[in-house]
């Protein structure tokens, strides 16, 4: 493990005041912790994936409910990378990414996340003739909400996790620990925020929604490139999945 300078600009605007020039730097198998970080939640996330296909299956057969529910596993532990991450080589998920949104990240975040949700409807407008109308509606959505129909505890559990810890797992990794390891790299913001948004769509791998993800991912990296803060783009991104999430509280009542 060795120290380096951390270059100005978009990653310092991100830091606090007093951040130490060996934390921000800080290399660990020659590459910025960050990075690894970012590799550790992307790894698990596929990891899971394999795992619960073939849990689920055999789940599904006895507690539909449950397969629900353990589906989200593997996105909620994407957080898992930037939380070991900064723990063991950063200053703490509070001075590394700045989760929690203050006023400014709720303003800026509520912005965007309406944004998100104006490009999504568009671009599905725009893709309806390309991939018909159940592959970019909720279509699917309702299906799930049909065999789930009675299980309100789990319908509220699975709307909670959309508009709470999706967001913020999916945040923490692709605009906190992937973004802070691009800015590290001088990687410039406007390419930063381009990556990060097209890898947030490959994590989702729904090519007919592609693009649509790749647009939100534009708007949710707005709010952190605004604010230099993870805060603002959780906030946005809980905006975006306000709807989907209101629909299945609908369905638990």
Known sequence: MSHRGEPGGQEDAALPSGSSESSRAR??????????????????????????AVILP????????????????????????????????????????????????????????SAALVVAYGLTWLLRPVYGDRELSDAPLRDVLSGLHGSTVVLITVAVIMVLAAPLAEELLMRGALWRALAHYRVPPWAVLVVTSVLFAYLHTDSSRTLVLVGQGLAFGAARLITGRVGASVVAHAVNNTPPAALILVGAW
């Open 58 to 113: 055999g789940t599904a057969e006895n507690d539909f409910g449950s397969a629900v529910v353990l589906a989200f596993v593997p996105t909620v532990a994407l957080a898992g990378g930037p939380v070991i991450g900064s723990l063991l080589w950063g200053e703490g998920l509070p001075r590394d990414f700045h989760p929690l949104p203050n006023r400014h990240d709720l303003r800026v975040g509520l912005f965007c996340g």
């Open 27 to 52: 290399l660990v198998f020659g590459a910025h912790w960050a990075l690894l970080a970012f590799l550790i939640g992307l790894g698990g996330y596929h990891l899971l994936n394999v795992v619960f």
